[in-house]
């Protein structure tokens, strides 16, 4: 049986001396009781060496919050997939809706991310979600169809080996959770339409992000097609992070 993925994401968030911190936590915490899941954390890219050797023989895979369209060459301020694999990286997330909102990541360039990302063999995390006004217009389906339909045609065959996250836009970082009813029948669609495109599609992982939180995941991460979770905010407290882990096994 496919395991589930809880993520962290720590987004823009973390020091040298909190990233300590908050992962000798996490290394108690699974160190007392191994996960019944897969776990990763998704750092600030200055932060992949640090972390890397504090997950070292730990359950806790590293993940990176972006990579790269390009392979190499005159990208100032860009990290290749290249080089996120020197540090270790099994995942990295792309097309967040941070960075399609506020750095104008278009379906194909988020489609170019996860290629490269594939070919350094790193999973790419392909976040997907709709607006508040989206959703309120009726657009919900059609827009995470659009979103992932890119990745699909850009990664062909190798469509099994990503990771799609359903992040509805409105739910991130706001504490109004989908439901898990509204939850399951956007990741049903997914699953159809990875279905579509690979026979692997049922052994994919699916993962729902915003605001899922340890008093909310468990129910989140009953859902037949919720393979895990895409975790912002509670992801930055042990315990609440330890919690969700917990209820993922
Ligand atoms: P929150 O859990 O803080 O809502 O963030 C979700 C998210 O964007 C994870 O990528």
Same mark, same amino acid.
């Given at each position: 049986?496919?395991?589930? #993925? ?9 020091? #040298? ?20 899941? &897969? ?11 640090? *972390?890397?050797?504090?997950?070292? &023989? ?7 919050? &972006? ?20 540090? /270790? *990286? ?53 827009? *995470? ?18 990771? *799609? ?66 975790? /912002? ?17």
């Amino acid at each position: 049986m496919k395991k589930k #993925l809880i993520a962290g994401n720590w987004k823009m968030n973390g020091s #040298l001396a909190a990233n300590d911190a908050l992962l000798a936590a996490l290394r108690a915490g699974l160190a007392a009781q191994a996960p019944g899941c &897969d776990v990763a954390v998704a750092v600030p890219a200055p932060y992949l060496a640090q *972390v890397q050797a504090l997950v070292a &023989d730990t359950a806790i895979a590293l993940a990176a919050q &972006d990579v790269s369209q390009h392979e190499a060459g005159a990208y100032t301020g860009e990290a290749s997939a290249a080089m996120l694999r020197d540090f /270790g *990286v099994r995942y990295t997330l792309v097309g967040h809706s941070e960075r399609r909102q506020y750095h104008g990541e278009s379906d194909a360039a988020v489609a170019a991310k996860a290629q490269r990302a594939l070919a350094a063999g790193i999973t790419p995390i392909v976040c997907v979600g709709e607006t508040l006004a989206e959703r309120e217009a009726g657009q919900t389906e059609a827009v *995470v169809k659009r979103q992932l339909a890119a990745v699909i045609a850009q990664v062909g065959h190798c469509v099994s080996e990503i990771v *799609v996250a359903y992040e509805p836009v409105w739910a991130i970082g706001t504490g109004k959770t989908a439901t898990p009813a509204q939850a399951q029948a956007v990741h049903a669609v997914l699953r159809a339409q990875l279905a579509a495109a690979s026979a692997q599609a049922a052994n994919m992982r699916l993962l729902y992000g915003g605001s899922m939180n340890a008093a909310n995941a468990a129910e989140l991460l009953a859902q037949p097609d919720i393979d895990g979770g895409l975790i /912002g905010g509670a992801a930055l407290k042990a315990p609440d992070f330890l919690t969700i882990i917990a209820a993922a096994a």
